[in-house]
């Protein structure tokens, strides 16, 4: 019988940034990608049920349906990897996957345990017509228009996915926001867990911690959002969605710093390898 045992390879899940890989349109996966991923979780879901619950629930959605839509027109025509808008292409998928989530329960009527189960065959049924498309559903090669595409197209489903499956557990399972949350970070550890010991495929291994990220991150912002008649902190959505953004905000700029700095030797080096191929 053959004994498992913790596989080498280089980390899927916090790698080290790679600044030569011009042309590639998403972050280098390292652990600031993970910490900021999942504060766009937590910001999108308490900033859409701020402004949905303050505002007019129609007006509101169209504004983030624009916003989005614009944010993805420039991150698109983007020739490269830029952390600030790639971010908030990032926020705007969350707040908008959080309202669609939303509307489609509250609105159409549907219970969470259906809604998460259409986003996930939906999320399923993407994945491999990407697969198919491209040979690959690597976020290292996405570098065309169609590459980036699916991808992003992917980002959105997961942020529906996760804002269904995190209302399901607190409310429909019963078992609260923060019960949500631990639950959610027990099971975003099994990919990580099962690439090092039982040897996850690495491509596998990132978009399961991936998709996990939004109900994580959700659950806790909703936790400190909250009412405590609903088993919260009561420290708003308001608040809490201005503490995350400022958050988001630092972490993105020490990144962008990051880039800035190793971008002329990221130069250099590609120029050296024109140079020997030519």
Request: charged fraction near 10%; include cysteine.
């Amino acid at each position: 019988m053959t004994k498992l045992r913790p596989v080498a390879p280089s980390n899927p899940l916090c790698q080290k940034p790679n600044f030569a890989n011009f042309g590639i349109k998403v972050p280098a996966v390292t652990l600031s990608f993970w910490i900021i991923k999942i504060l766009t979780t937590g910001m999108g879901e308490t900033t859409s049920d701020f402004f949905v619950r303050r505002f007019e629930p129609v007006l509101v959605v169209g504004i983030a349906a624009a916003g989005l839509a614009a944010a993805l027109l420039m991150q698109l025509r983007a020739r490269s990897y830029r952390p600030w808008l790639y971010w908030l292409t990032v926020v705007m998928v969350s707040v908008f996957g959080t309202m669609a989530a939303d509307v489609i329960h509250i609105v159409l009527g549907v219970p969470y345990l259906v809604s998460t189960l259409v986003f996930a065959l939906a999320l399923a049924a993407l994945l491999i017509t990407w697969q198919r498309a491209e040979g690959t559903l690597s976020i290292h090669s996405v570098r065309t228009v169609r590459r980036e595409t699916f991808y992003w197209a992917t980002v959105l489903i997961t942020f529906a996915l996760g804002t269904a499956a995190g209302d399901m557990t607190a409310t429909t399972l019963g078992l609260g926001y923060l019960a949500s949350g631990v639950l959610f970070a027990g099971v975003f550890a099994l990919p990580v867990l099962a690439y090092f010991w039982l040897g996850l495929n690495e491509i596998a291994a990132f978009w399961g911690a991936y998709i996990v990220t939004r109900p994580l991150g959700a659950s806790f912002a909703d936790w400190m959002g909250v009412p405590p008649a609903r088993g919260g902190l009561d420290w708003g959505t308001g608040p809490v969605s201005l503490a995350l953004g400022v958050l988001i905000m630092v972490m993105v700029a020490a990144t962008a710093a990051a880039a800035a700095r190793a971008r002329p030797a990221a130069a250099t080096i590609e120029l050296r390898a024109r140079q020997q191929r030519s």
